[in-house]
């Protein structure tokens, strides 16, 4: 089965400063890869995604870049705001024709933007 | 659409007690997961249903554990009994066909004491 993996699993930022949180996955079989935001006490919130045929993807500040080759994955965010500070997951799974997709998430990465 | 729906958002039950945890998905998709996290598993799946049927439930811990999905726009996880490890949140996530856009419910924490 699919193994993600993902680092930092803390990271702190000044405001204003970019923030890289990077995933890799193992199984090549893998084509879609969707980014979570999980503030407290509540559940996890998608905030972008990328398929395996483009190679980067940005929405405003964030951006998520794709390695089909070494088959890893980043989320860039830009001018990091006090407000982007929540826990980050990551998720990989391969296209499973005719029925559900099971995601495979990251153990998370705590970002801190400190004002 | 008011997205995913999870019933109740908190639980407190005494060990050994029945405990049913509910959702409703979101009108149109086909696909339901239930997850649990805890700080040191992170978000484990636990099963999951495509039209209403079961189709993976290897990630539920024991016997103690079931889920049903009567209809598409309901579904419950019931633990019986409950144990104190059992103490979680658990969230119900629902997608479309293709599986692009899974959108997760708020939650249901339970503490078993």
């Known amino acids: 089965g699919e193994n993600v993996e993902q680092h930092p699993s803390t990271l702190s930022v000044q405001e204003g400063d970019s923030a890289v949180i990077k995933c890799t996955y193992s199984d090549s079989a893998s084509n879609y890869f969707p980014w979570y935001k999980q503030e407290l006490g509540k559940g996890p919130q998608l905030i972008i995604d990328i398929r395996s045929n483009v190679g980067e993807k940005k929405d405003q500040r964030i951006a998520v870049t794709l390695n089909k080759t070494a088959k890893h994955f980043s989320l860039h965010i830009t001018e990091t705001q006090p407000e982007d500070s929540a826990v980050y997951f990551c998720a990989a799974t391969p296209n499973l024709s005719g029925s559900a997709r099971q995601l495979t998430f990251g153990s998370g990465t705590q970002l801190t933007v400190l004002p | 659409d008011a997205g995913v729906i999870q019933s109740p958002r908190h639980e407190v039950t005494e060990m050994g007690q029945e405990v049913t945890l509910r959702c409703k998905p979101i009108s149109g998709h086909n696909s339901l997961f239930w997850y649990r996290q805890t700080m040191m598993r992170g978000l484990e799946l636990l099963i999951y249903f495509n039209n209403n049927v079961p189709i993976d439930d290897s990630g539920m811990p024991e016997d103690r554990f079931s889920a049903k999905m009567p209809n598409a726009s309901f579904s419950t996880l019931k633990i019986q009994p409950s144990e104190p490890r059992d103490s979680a949140v658990y969230f119900c996530?629902?997608?479309?066909?293709?599986?692009?856009?899974?959108?997760f419910g708020s939650g249901t924490r339970l503490t078993v004491v």
């Open positions: 996530a629902s997608s479309p066909s293709g599986g692009y856009g899974y959108t």
